[in-house]
């Protein structure tokens, strides 16, 4: 009878999901952007609603170009935006089954009695049914943000062309313009947000006893352990390496693969050649001597120190959320001078770019320190 059950709750499951990708009707709630403590616990929640988003962003491709300049360059924004939105959605979906799939991992049941048998491939958990929805729903996603990333492109194209036009200017003069815009309202949106950052954020409660550079310390007059993990055990003791020789260590590996096209970016890996977001800082650290979890929610929650937007440290790490902290969709590595490197998509690959390279508003409020 359990067998039975678990058979139709996978096929039932399997269908419904279809179904709704088919479609395109989803039943979830649109992402709330409420504001929760920095401390929180991620959230494996399934959300189909993301395929939604970049269709809505796709939508944006439709538009007729305007016949004033003002118009043109506000039709301009809002394709760079829907471009930014769709990008978020893909990488949301892929994040979501990267920790779908480590939930199924640590909640695999195979009875004795299926071991080795015909049946065994039928024991299936809700978090493994979770795993294969959250699967499909990546896989539509990432289709969905290829094509809307062309066609969002070719109208931002087709936009810039227009406005040259209006303007009485070339093509290229045109971008150059808009680029230097963008730039300068860039600036001001990242100071703005730096100094509500330090103003109106709260500092975020941490224990002295964990702060990474107390541990250092630590570490450095015990061998690299700590004196606890040395008492009654008979550990080989690594040499010590500082904290501020790890992060350069880290940092620099970051920038090397950032800086080589040989490196690619790939939903789910984790190297050697193709890295997702978290598997790409996971790997920088662990080059320096530090291990830290799979995904960009578990490397926040881990972070024996969160500290605010304007107290950024090069090394730390900054994380981007489209539901106010709840769960995480990308991370990155801050390397200093308002610089990050971060594997980002398979179409913008690995790369060094502003900390702000999307703006501001899906940038969480406290980064993690380790």
């Given at each position: 009878?359990?067998?039975?059950?678990?058979?139709?709750?996978?096929?039932?499951?399997?269908?419904?999901?279809?179904?709704?990708?088919?479609?395109?009707?989803?039943?979830?709630?649109?992402?709330?952007?409420?504001?929760?403590?920095?401390?929180?616990?991620?959230?494996?929640?399934?959300?189909?609603?993301?395929?939604?988003?970049?269709?809505?962003?796709?939508?944006?491709?439709?538009?007729?170009?305007?016949?004033?300049?003002?118009?043109?360059?506000?039709?301009?924004?809002?394709?760079?935006?829907?471009?930014?939105?769709?990008?978020?959605?893909?990488?949301?979906?892929?994040?979501?089954?990267?920790?779908?799939?480590?939930?199924?991992?640590?909640?695999?049941?195979?009875?004795?009695?299926?071991?080795?048998?015909?049946?065994?491939?039928?024991?299936?958990?809700?978090?493994?049914?979770?795993?294969?929805?959250?699967?499909?729903?990546?896989?539509?996603?990432?289709?969905?943000?290829?094509?809307?990333?062309?066609?969002?492109?070719?109208?931002?194209?087709?936009?810039?062309?227009?406005?040259?036009?209006?303007?009485?200017?070339?093509?290229?003069?045109?971008?150059?313009?808009?680029?230097?815009?963008?730039?300068?309202?860039?600036?001001?949106?990242?100071?703005?947000?730096?100094?509500?950052?330090?103003?109106?954020?709260?500092?975020?409660?941490?224990?002295?006893?964990?702060?990474?550079?107390?541990?250092?310390?630590?570490?450095?007059?015990?061998?690299?352990?700590?004196?606890?993990?040395?008492?009654?055990?008979?550990?080989?003791?690594?040499?010590?390496?500082?904290?501020?020789?790890?992060?350069?260590?880290?940092?620099?590996?970051?920038?090397?693969?950032?800086?080589?096209?040989?490196?690619?970016?790939?939903?789910?890996?984790?190297?050697?050649?193709?890295?997702?977001?978290?598997?790409?800082?996971?790997?920088?650290?662990?080059?320096?001597?530090?291990?830290?979890?799979r995904t960009s929610g578990a490397q926040y929650k881990a972070a024996p120190k969160k500290v605010k937007l304007s107290s950024l440290q090069k090394g730390d790490l900054v994380f981007w959320s489209s539901n106010g902290g709840r769960s995480f969709y990308h991370v990155a590595l801050y390397i200093g001078g308002g610089k990050i490197a971060h594997a980002r998509n398979p179409q913008a690959g690995i790369s060094v770019t502003k900390l702000n390279y999307a703006g501001m508003r899906n940038i969480y409020k406290y980064a993690g320190?380790?």
């Amino acid at each position: 009878m359990s067998i039975l059950r678990h058979l139709v709750i996978a096929t039932s499951t399997a269908l419904v999901a279809s179904t709704v990708l088919a479609s395109g009707a989803v039943a979830a709630p649109a992402l709330s952007t409420a504001a929760t403590p920095a401390e929180t616990t991620i959230n494996t929640t399934l959300n189909p609603a993301l395929i939604e988003s970049i269709k809505a962003s796709l939508a944006t491709a439709s538009i007729s170009p305007a016949k004033t300049t003002k118009s043109l360059d506000s039709q301009i924004s809002q394709v760079e935006l829907a471009l930014q939105n769709a990008e978020a959605a893909a990488l949301e979906a892929a994040e979501n089954l990267v920790v779908a799939g480590e939930d199924a991992a640590r909640n695999k049941i195979l009875p004795a009695s299926l071991s080795g048998t015909s049946l065994a491939k039928f024991a299936v958990t809700n978090a493994e049914i979770t795993r294969q929805q959250s699967s499909e729903i990546s896989t539509t996603a990432q289709a969905f943000y290829v094509e809307a990333d062309k066609k969002l492109n070719e109208k931002r194209t087709e936009l810039i062309a227009a406005s040259a036009k209006l303007r009485n200017s070339t093509v290229a003069a045109e971008a150059a313009r808009l680029k230097k815009a963008n730039e300068a309202s860039g600036e001001a949106e990242l100071m703005a947000a730096l100094k509500d950052s330090e103003a109106n954020v709260a500092e975020p409660v941490n224990d002295p006893a964990l702060d990474p550079e107390t541990l250092d310390a630590s570490s450095m007059s015990t061998g690299g352990l700590g004196a606890a993990s040395i008492a009654g055990a008979s550990l080989k003791v690594p040499t010590a390496v500082s904290r501020a020789k790890r992060i350069d260590l880290s940092v620099k590996w970051a920038q090397k693969i950032a800086s080589n096209n040989k490196y690619r970016y790939r939903y789910g890996a984790t190297g050697p050649t193709y890295f997702d977001c978290s598997g790409y800082t996971g790997k920088a650290f662990s080059t320096g001597g530090k291990k830290l979890q799979r995904t960009s929610g578990a490397q926040y929650k881990a972070a024996p120190k969160k500290v605010k937007l304007s107290s950024l440290q090069k090394g730390d790490l900054v994380f981007w959320s489209s539901n106010g902290g709840r769960s995480f969709y990308h991370v990155a590595l801050y390397i200093g001078g308002g610089k990050i490197a971060h594997a980002r998509n398979p179409q913008a690959g690995i790369s060094v770019t502003k900390l702000n390279y999307a703006g501001m508003r899906n940038i969480y409020k406290y980064a993690g320190r380790y």
